[in-house]
């Protein structure tokens, strides 16, 4: 069994890419499943109030963001083709589009009401409620354009189209997957499958790609409960830093799309890929979390005398 811990819900696209990938990957991991919406203590105890989802856990290290989880798959499987950071430029352009303005555009043309009947189903009347009004509030606060859902079933069309096109081999990018299959796949898995709209009809390469993605399903998993999970993190060091005579300074991290809650800690290491925080909580100790150096806003904060929760 691998270390490896997955905070997630089942409705995630993001989530969906890190489980297919841990199916691909063949690794067993723990799950712990988290609300759909904030308040999660776990994470806020965990990540700092980072309010993305997934994350994941190894010991004393958290990783937020789907790319520094993927490269933490990549090297407990040894499979680089999932480390983002390792693939050609034309891969990396293509992940950054289908991560951001594709998935938004999936997301948009599959809201609605047979969406909202399983978000009921999934959770109550009440946490679906509270998820419309948590994730129209994200929207007021993001620094992404919306866009109309007559412009976002124009984009999902225009995708389906250029995978069509692209899938003259088996996977996107070649023969075998990489993290370009894992990142466009969850988006068009969130409106075919969760959101059942028929968009797939008339592109077979696409269904026939989507089937073999579907194929690797989610690998080994065990339940976790979160308090164990924490609990884990209190009992394990973080692994040894990149440049360990780097002298740290008191710094907030926050992602500069949406869900922009900062997360406030110890910068301790500031790399070309990365940007590791150590962060401080009485029920973790401390744990340093993972984050990609782009997309990432990193502003400097006073010291505080107590940052323990
Ligand atoms: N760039 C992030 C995007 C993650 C993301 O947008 N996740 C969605 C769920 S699929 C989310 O966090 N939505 C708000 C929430 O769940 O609170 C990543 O790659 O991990």
Request: aromatic residues 8%; charged residues 25%.
């Amino acid at each position: 069994m691998s270390d490896l811990i997955l905070y997630h819900y089942a409705l995630s696209p993001f989530s969906e890419k890190i489980r297919t990938m841990l199916g691909y990957a063949g690794l067993s991991w723990q799950s712990v499943t988290v609300k759909e919406m904030p308040p999660r203590p776990e994470l806020e105890a965990l990540a700092g109030g980072y309010r993305k989802i997934p994350v994941a856990q190894n010991g004393a290290d958290v990783f937020c963001d789907t790319r520094t989880i993927a490269t933490e798959i990549a090297r407990l499987a040894g499979k680089p083709e999932l480390d983002l950071s390792q693939q050609p430029k034309e891969v990396q352009q293509f992940v950054e589009e289908v991560d951001l303005e594709v998935f938004l555009a999936c997301v948009i043309f599959a809201s609605g009401g047979g969406m909202l009947a399983k978000l009921i189903r999934n959770t109550s009347l009440w946490d679906a409620l509270r998820f419309l009004k948590d994730r129209i509030d994200m929207g007021r606060k993001a620094k992404v354009k919306a866009i109309t859902p007559a412009l976002a079933k124009q984009r999902v069309q225009a995708h389906l189209k250029r995978l069509e096109s692209l899938l003259v081999r088996d996977f996107l990018f070649g023969d075998t997957p990489c993290v370009a299959d894992f990142s466009a796949y969850p988006s068009l898995w969130f409106v075919a499958e969760v959101a059942n709209k028929p968009v797939l009809t008339p592109f077979p390469a696409v269904q026939a790609w989507m089937n073999r993605m579907r194929s690797f399903g989610h690998g080994k998993v065990t339940a976790l409960q979160s308090d164990e999970a924490l609990e884990l993190a209190y009992c394990s060091e973080p692994r040894p830093l990149p440049d360990a005579d780097a002298i740290p300074r008191r710094v907030s991290v926050a992602p500069t799309d949406y869900g922009r809650d900062p997360v406030t800690g110890s910068l301790c290491h500031a790399g070309e890929k990365c940007l590791i925080l150590a962060h401080d909580h009485r029920r973790v100790g401390r744990v340093h979390l993972h984050f990609p150096r782009s997309g990432f806003q990193v502003q400097p904060t006073p010291p505080t005398q107590n940052s323990g929760d």
